[in-house]
């Protein structure tokens, strides 16, 4: 499963989720908006204080550029274990 920590009004939130359901790749939206101890459990666990942190199962891949750059090499069905459409 794919967990997208992130808010409702980050457009690179946004694009991430867009391109996972493009991929018809399932995932996990958790809205870290207005949450400061969810944002400060962010911090302490990537040392990023933006927005979205991406997770596939237990690996964290980053952000949205960087899910992006797994996608384009051709890395993000392999991670996802699903059937990536292109």
Same mark, same amino acid.
């Given at each position: 499963? %794919?967990? %997208?920590?992130?808010? $409702?009004? #980050? +457009?690179? #939130?946004? @694009?991430?989720? $867009?391109?996972? !359901? @493009?991929?018809? +790749?399932?995932?996990?939206? +958790?809205?870290?908006g207005g949450d400061r !101890? *969810?944002?400060? *459990? =962010?911090?302490?666990?990537?040392?990023?204080?933006? %927005?979205?942190?991406?997770?596939i199962g237990e690996r964290? +891949?980053?952000? #949205?550029?960087? =899910? !992006?750059? =797994?996608?384009?090499?051709?890395? =993000?069905?392999?991670?996802?274990?699903?059937? %990536?459409? $292109?």
């Amino acid at each position: 499963m %794919v967990y %997208v920590h992130g808010t $409702r009004w #980050c +457009i690179w #939130c946004t @694009r991430a989720i $867009r391109l996972l !359901e @493009r991929r018809g +790749i399932p995932y996990q939206f +958790i809205d870290v908006g207005g949450d400061r !101890e *969810a944002r400060a *459990a =962010l911090r302490a666990k990537t040392g990023r204080t933006t %927005v979205p942190q991406i997770w596939i199962g237990e690996r964290w +891949i980053g952000g #949205c550029t960087d =899910l !992006e750059a =797994l996608d384009d090499r051709g890395e =993000l069905d392999h991670l996802t274990g699903e059937q %990536v459409s $292109r």
